[in-house]
C-alpha cells in the first residue's frame, strides 16, 4: 500500500514570495491533517479536512496560509506571502476516519525562506 | 491549555540497554489518547506506541512499553534492548476526542543508540 506522498521534497525561497506544497494521502482516506514542524519543536496542526471540508483550521494563520482539497483527495498548502518563520518542514498525514483511525504521516517539504 | 512537555531534549544509551523517555501531558479532559511517535532523518513519522487513557493496562508493542500513571498524568517510554535503528527524535502526543490525527505534540527527546 502506497504511502502518504508529499512534493516537493525541498524548497527555497525568498521572503514576500510565494509557495505551494502538495499533498496525496493514502487511498481511500477520508481525513486529511497539514502540520507545520518549526526545528527543535514538535509538530503543530494547521488544518484537518475531512473529504472536502475543513474540521479544524483554528492555528492556520489565514492571513498568509490557505489550504483546499477541492474534491476530497490530494490537497495543497500554500504560502502568499512567506516570511523567514515560515522556515519549517511541513507534514501531511491522513486516516481512514476522524475518530479511532491511526493517522500515517508523510515524510513532508522542507522549506527555507531566505 | 492543553499541553505535552518531554523534559529531556537529548539521552543516549549503548546498543542492547534499556532506555526510559519521560512525558507529562496537562489536560481536563476525561476521554483522550497518548502516543509515542518516531522521527528519523527522513522527517516521516512513525507511530511507536499508542495508549487510550480508559485502559489501566500498559500498552506494550514487542520492544516499547509505556508506563501510563494517569492521576499523575505522566507517560513514559521504555525501550528495551536498544538497537542502533531506534535512534531518531521521540515525541509524545496527545489527543482527544478520539481523533488520532489532531495531535498535540512536544518538543521531543533525540535519542542516541551507540554501538
Known amino acids: 500500500e502506497a504511502g502518504v506522498a508529499q512534493s516537493p521534497r525541498y524548497k527555497i525561497i525568498e521572503k514576500r514570495q510565494s509557495v505551494a506544497f502538495w499533498c496525496n494521502p493514502i487511498?481511500?482516506?477520508?481525513?486529511l491533517y497539514w502540520y507545520q514542524q518549526i526545528l527543535g519543536q514538535g509538530p503543530k496542526l494547521l488544518i484537518q479536512f475531512q473529504n472536502n471540508g475543513v474540521v479544524d483550521d483554528s492555528q492556520l494563520p489565514k492571513d498568509r496560509f490557505s489550504a483546499e482539497r477541492l474534491k476530497g483527495v490530494d490537497s495543497t498548502l500554500k504560502i502568499q506571502p512567506a516570511k523567514l518563520e515560515d522556515s519549517a518542514v511541513y507534514l501531511c498525514?491522513?486516516?481512514?476516519?476522524?475518530?479511532?483511525?491511526?493517522?500515517?504521516f508523510g515524510q513532508g517539504t522542507r522549506l527555507t525562506v531566505v | 491549555a492543553q499541553t505535552v512537555t518531554q523534559s529531556q531534549p537529548e539521552m543516549s544509551v549503548q546498543e542492547a540497554e534499556t532506555v526510559t523517555l519521560s512525558c507529562t501531558y496537562d489536560?481536563?479532559?476525561?476521554?483522550?489518547?497518548l502516543f509515542w511517535y518516531k522521527q528519523p532523518p527522513s522527517r516521516q513519522m512513525i507511530l511507536v506506541i499508542r495508549q487510550e487513557a480508559y485502559k489501566q493496562q500498559n500498552a506494550t508493542e514487542n520492544r516499547f512499553s509505556v508506563n501510563f500513571q494517569k492521576a499523575a498524568k505522566s507517560f513514559s517510554l521504555k525501550i528495551s534492548d536498544s538497537q542502533l535503528g531506534d535512534t531518531a527524535m521521540y515525541f509524545c502526543a496527545f489527543t482527544h476526542g478520539g481523533s488520532q490525527g489532531n495531535l498535540i505534540f512536544g518538543k521531543g527527546t533525540k535519542l542516541s543508540v551507540k554501538p
Open positions: 487511498s481511500g482516506h477520508a481525513t
Open positions: 498525514a491522513s486516516s481512514l476516519s476522524p475518530m479511532n483511525t491511526e493517522a500515517f
Open positions: 489536560t481536563s479532559e476525561s476521554n483522550y489518547y
